[in-house]
């Protein structure tokens, strides 16, 4: 058992502990109240922040929303009143419209009727010009040329080719003929030119007819002869000849190499004339004949380079292959 002194001093310093630990207990309190105390009236102050700063955005949206609100208003109102007045003009220019469509259609349907009109008129005029070609036809002069053998076909490598012919004109048409004039020569269907190509009779022809094509009044054997209408005239001499040079050449064009020489003579040309409405236009009338054997359509040489064929030993006709060789305009 312990002495009465410690038991005091024991209590004593229980006492004295737990006195302490109260005020300990105490101060802990207190601070954590402090502490609880500030972090209540930080949070306050946070709200009261937040708050004001909620209350000025919504201040200034509230704002923003009634402006816009107003230039919505603004804008419904201009549109409104544009299209008011858009409306106005629309009726206005349905009425001013109206007239103008009425004036375009009438426009239109004149346009359109003349147009008829003008191509009924061009064909009428066509028609009159054809009508008035047909009549010019019918009213000019035309000449017809007949060819007829007159006499013996002879022929020489030494002094060329010559053949008596009748010829007879006549004016066919309804308008006296002026310049006749003849130009006639020999032709052979064959006739090879420098490059090696033969040549058309027919351009042959043309050849023979453009030598007396243009008149010259101050040659009288340029001026020819004229014939009224319905009127003919025969040539009483009308020979037709080539020279010694002129024969050759035929010869050389018309003839193969090697090839024993021969002669298939044709006659061919025109008789070019003129008349008044004729516009000073040159006309033609073309023909082409054929001469040959009435035994041999080719004519040879003899051994002096010689032939003759008599009047009645052949034959004068209308080449069968002129065709085109015959023409008149």
């Known amino acids: 058992m312990l002495p009465p002194s410690w038991k005091a001093e024991v209590q004593k310093t229980v006492e004295g502990a737990a006195a302490a630990d109260k005020n300990q207990r105490e101060a802990q309190q207190n601070e954590a109240s402090t502490k609880i105390a500030a972090a209540i009236n930080a949070l306050r102050d946070a709200q009261a922040a937040q708050t004001t700063s909620e209350d000025a955005n919504e201040k200034r949206n509230q704002a923003i929303n009634k402006a816009t609100l107003i230039l919505v208003a603004f804008t419904v109102l201009f549109t409104g009143l544009s299209w008011l007045a858009f409306r106005e003009q629309l009726a206005e ?123 010259d009044p101050a040659r009288p054997e340029s001026i020819g002869q004229s014939l009224l209408p319905s009127e003919t005239r025969t040539f009483p001499v009308f020979k037709v000849g080539m020279d010694q040079k002129e024969f050759k050449t035929l010869l050389e064009r018309s003839n193969a190499k090697n090839a024993p020489l021969i002669f298939m003579p044709l006659i061919g040309g025109c008789f070019n004339y003129t008349f008044i409405n004729g516009e000073g236009g040159i006309h033609q009338t073309g023909f082409i004949y054929s001469i040959d054997r009435k035994d041999n359509w080719a004519f040879r040489f003899d051994k002096d380079g010689n032939g003759v064929t008599k009047l009645d030993e052949m034959n004068l006709e209308p080449w069968a292959g002129a065709g085109f060789g015959f023409f008149a305009n």
């Open 93 to 215: 220019m349905q009425k001013v419209y109206g007239p103008i469509k009425e004036s375009a259609d009438a426009a239109k349907t004149a346009a359109d009727a003349a147009w008829k009109q003008a191509g009924a008129a061009e064909k009428q005029v066509t028609v009159i010009q054809s009508q008035l070609a047909v009549m010019e036809l019918s009213q000019r002069a035309w000449v017809s040329v007949k060819i007829e053998k007159d006499g013996d076909f002879t022929y020489s490598l030494e002094k060329g080719v010559q053949i008596p012919l009748n010829v007879t004109i006549s004016n066919v048409g309804h308008e006296p003929a002026f310049n006749i004039l003849p130009a006639v020569g020999f032709l052979s269907f064959i006739w090879v030119g420098d490059d090696g190509k033969n040549i058309p009779i027919t351009d042959r022809q043309k050849q023979i007819c453009d030598k007396v094509k243009v008149n």
